[in-house]
């Protein structure tokens, strides 16, 4: 079983609309947000590792579903795993929880690692392979 990686956060005023809860979009950078806290957990600062790795992540896609709705100054914490670490590909699960356990969106996104600097696919480096991977499902 893979381990699940939490970050908490709490939901800001701007990130809300008229009726105090949370945007639609604001979601997806929650879910950067998990994924940037993952890498400087497992592997440093995303760009200090990217540079030092020599290559960079696009994202290619991304899926929202909604559960419920997170409202202003509320708790949640950001859970994350990896769906998928393939060769040059890697799927990120990220659910997003209130701290009463109800779970409010689920979704993932799939990055393609590329080269440093450029947009030629790249293998996942050795190094990032093992550290991601107590988290790969």
């Known amino acids: 079983m893979a381990t699940e990686f939490h970050h908490r956060l709490r939901v800001r005023f701007a990130e809300c609309d008229p009726q105090g809860i949370v945007f639609n979009s604001r979601y997806l950078e929650y879910f950067d947000i998990a994924i940037t806290?993952?890498?400087?957990?497992?592997?440093?600062?995303?760009?200090e590792a990217t540079e030092r790795l020599g290559i960079d992540l696009v994202v290619a896609e991304a899926r929202i579903r909604y559960l419920a709705p997170l409202r202003f100054d509320e708790e949640f914490d950001l859970v994350v795993s990896l769906a998928r670490l393939g060769t040059t590909g890697i799927t990120t699960a990220i659910a997003i929880e209130r701290v009463d356990g109800v779970r409010v969106a689920e979704g993932e996104i799939r990055h393609v690692v590329v080269r440093f600097g450029g947009i030629e696919k790249a293998a996942i480096p050795a190094e990032l392979r093992a550290a991601l991977?107590?988290?790969?499902?």
């Open 37 to 47: 806290e993952l890498w400087r957990e497992t592997i440093g600062p995303y760009q």
């Open 133 to 137: 991977e107590p988290y790969a499902t």
